[in-house]
């Protein structure tokens, strides 16, 4: 009987082990629980705000059911690589990538597990595809765009210096995406009669000496939305303000740091749009393959009031304040 009744008891610890160790651990709702990597290319405003907002989405979907394990690469496009490979090794059930070296990182270390990318200004570009047009990828990418319409700022620099003559595209060549948009937009400053001249930089190392020679010889410059600029707004502002050469930027974070002016999205609102997209991606609702491009299309006029008063610029009616 003694014997019949360890070997009972054995049983019944082996039966309970197997029960804790089988699928993940459920959540109060009884949901499975989730591991999101959230790889980010630098810490700078635009990015932050994304990243915030993905979770935020994505806390108020899923609650305790998420965890998230989150890596800054610093601005090095090689640390992607590391933290990307980490998410992949833990087996992660998707990963966000903030920003191009990220998404390109991802997409080169997983073809199973989802990835969205946010903070992306074209996927074809940063993907190197065969279109630059932003629709339903297939395979295991999607995610969010944070291009707003270049026509649309080529009309803001035009509707703020009217007399201006010459122009210059501020850009990191290395960012494919800052590429893309400077071509662009050159060539709808070109129709407006503007002269325009690209000034590229390969990295931090040469952006003041670039921005010097642009700053030199434009009348106005334009910055896309490009990473390392936003990551070194302080280094221009100290050459293009004393120069007396405005700024009009690709994004709030730029314009923030150096620029007069921008036409923006909402880089909180980006990442909100992603979370909800990686909500539906994790229950099944929506799989990562037919999840289609996403956009912020509400635009906002946005001015640094403290840049203008000291360029003596009067932005027209429209503009909104960038809150300090």
Known sequence: MKKYIALLLALMMVFAL?????????????DDAYVVGICQLAPHPALDAATQGFRDALTEALGDAVTFDEGNAGGEAANCTTIIDGFVSE????????????????????????????????????????????KVLGGNISGTSDLAPLDQQAAMIQELFPDAKNVGLLYCSAEPNSVFQVETIEGYLKDMGYTCTQYAFTDVNDLPAVTQTAADASDVIYIPTDNTAANNTDAIANIVLPAKVPVVAGEEGICKGCGVATLSISYYELGQITGQMAADILTGKTPVSETAIGFDTTLDKLYNAANCEALGITPPDGYTAIEE
């Open 91 to 134: 087996k992660a059930d998707l990963i966000l990538a903030n920003a191009t070296a990220s998404l390109t990182a991802a997409a080169a270390a997983t073809d199973t597990i989802p990835i969205l990318g946010t903070a992306i200004t074209n996927y074809g570009v940063a993907l190197n595809l065969d279109t630059t047009e932003d």
């Open 18 to 30: 197997c029960a804790c160790g089988g699928d993940k651990t459920p959540s109060a709702g009884g």
